[in-house]
């Protein structure tokens, strides 16, 4: 059973900073890609970062140069760092994980149970 759980979320003055971080754990061959999404009360889940496995990564317009995400192929993990942080990032945050099983065919999509993120003063 694949698990993943996220941690970092806080309550945060504008402009200031955080970390989340996000670790995989269970029976795991590979991991592809990783990702960080949000979601907003009233608002639809977003997608906020994506990493690929050999390190390339995409952000929402609305986070270049604020947010930049990392992993640890090792330790199975996805870190996002948020800097400058606005009102308008408060929000749910979740990681997800393309994940293929120990003796899977297929990998598969895994979601955390997300981490609230709260910007404001």
């Known amino acids: 059973q694949v698990q993943l759980v996220e941690s970092g979320g806080d309550l945060v003055q504008p402009g200031g900073s955080l970390r989340l971080s996000c670790a995989a754990s269970?029976?795991?061959?590979?991991?592809?890609?990783m990702g960080w999404y949000r979601q907003a009360p009233g608002k639809e889940r977003e997608l906020v970062a994506v990493i690929t496995k050999n390190g390339n990564t995409n952000y929402a317009d609305s986070v270049k140069g604020r947010f930049t995400i990392s992993r640890d192929n090792a330790k199975k993990t996805v870190y996002l760092q948020m800097n400058s942080l606005k009102p308008e990032d408060t929000a749910v945050y979740y990681c997800?994980?393309?994940?293929?099983?120990?003796?899977?065919?297929?990998?598969?999509?895994?979601w955390g149970k997300g981490t609230q993120t709260t910007v404001s003063s």
């Open positions: 997800n994980m393309n994940i293929l099983e120990m003796y899977g065919i297929y990998s598969r999509n895994y």
């Open positions: 269970g029976t795991i061959s590979s991991i592809n890609a």
